[in-house]
């Protein structure tokens, strides 16, 4: 299969990835919203991650005045996979990562380009930009600030967490992010572990240590759903969520993330969706655990030789 080919025009091509697997309700408004994009040149790929709802005969129906592809993977294992299958495709420099719920203005991909390109001019010697995001309208609730969680203490000086006077913010937000492809191809695109949440701390803790740099666009809204506590995710989604932020916080404790991040995250996360009623879920996390141990020490070890280039320069 040919890769998207940077597209045509005077700007940085970008390619909008969509991952769908149940997402047909949102696809007549995200088609609106990406069809009314002023930015060129884009294109859209369109990752059917085993969806059973009609979202790809949709995507495959429905023409758009950008270039439109569809790549099909055959088992959902979470949206770093399918993300890492599309960048395997793409040769743009940027990449758009966007949830099919969100609502999006026409100027969205313009401004996240020229945010990118007035940031980059600015940066010291040997940094750049990781990635662009707008801040968020959830239902309901107050815009989401693009920080990481207060009690999120970074080990090493120097990795920044918070929202500074000029944007910059931890990292990406996976719901709506314009995001670097040099940077996801040194990385070797997503942790496929980390594949249902805590993505966006897992990425950007890794991008500042190799020099790259995150912000924000704050008067660039976009909407996106608020899923309020105990409710959402259940059954097989709630497990491969609940295993891919345990999995980003053992990857990151004590290395980048402080041990008292780890242990309070782990408390939150446990009491917050009620796993600790559960000891059948409790076991069953016991055993994923034990699995996923070898993986785990080997990207640990990746993140301390990270760490240590950094050290030396």
Request: charged share 20%.
């Amino acid at each position: 299969m040919s890769a998207v080919q940077p597209s045509s025009g005077g700007g940085e091509g970008v390619t909008v990835i969509v991952v769908v697997t149940f997402d047909r309700p949102h696809l007549d408004r995200l088609w609106q919203d990406l069809a009314r994009q002023t930015y060129r040149p884009l294109a859209v790929l369109v990752v059917d991650n085993d969806s059973r709802d009609g979202s790809a005969d949709f995507v495959r129906g429905h023409s758009l005045p950008i270039p439109v592809r569809v790549v099909r993977k055959d088992k959902n294992e979470g949206v770093s996979p399918a993300w890492n299958l599309a960048l395997q495709q793409i040769q743009d420099p940027w990449v758009l990562l966007i949830s099919p719920d969100c609502v999006f203005p026409p100027d969205l991909v313009e401004r996240l380009v020229a945010r990118a390109r007035e940031k980059a001019g600015g940066l010291p010697r040997g940094e750049r930009i990781g990635g662009v995001s707008p801040t968020f309208l959830w239902q309901g609730r107050p815009g989401a600030r693009l920080h990481g969680s207060p009690y999120f203490h970074p080990k090493q000086r120097g990795l920044f967490n918070g929202i500074a006077p000029d944007g910059e913010v931890l990292s990406y937000h996976g719901a709506c992010a314009l995001v670097s492809t040099d940077l996801l191809n040194r990385l070797g695109g997503w942790d496929p572990q980390v594949n249902f949440g805590g993505d966006e701390v897992d990425v950007g803790l890794q991008a500042q240590l190799l020099g790259y740099r995150f912000y924000a666009v704050g008067d660039l809204t976009v909407e996106h759903p608020y899923a309020p506590r105990f409710a959402g995710k259940k059954g097989a989604q709630l497990r491969m969520r609940s295993d891919s932020i345990w999995f980003s916080l053992l990857k990151h404790g004590g290395i980048t993330l402080s041990w008292r991040t780890v242990g309070f995250e782990m408390i939150t996360h446990l009491f917050w969706n009620q796993f600790a009623r559960s000891p059948r879920t409790l076991a069953a996390q016991l055993v994923w655990f034990v699995r996923v141990s070898p993986v785990l020490a080997e990207r640990r070890r990746g993140l301390r030789a990270l760490w240590a280039r950094r050290v030396r320069g």
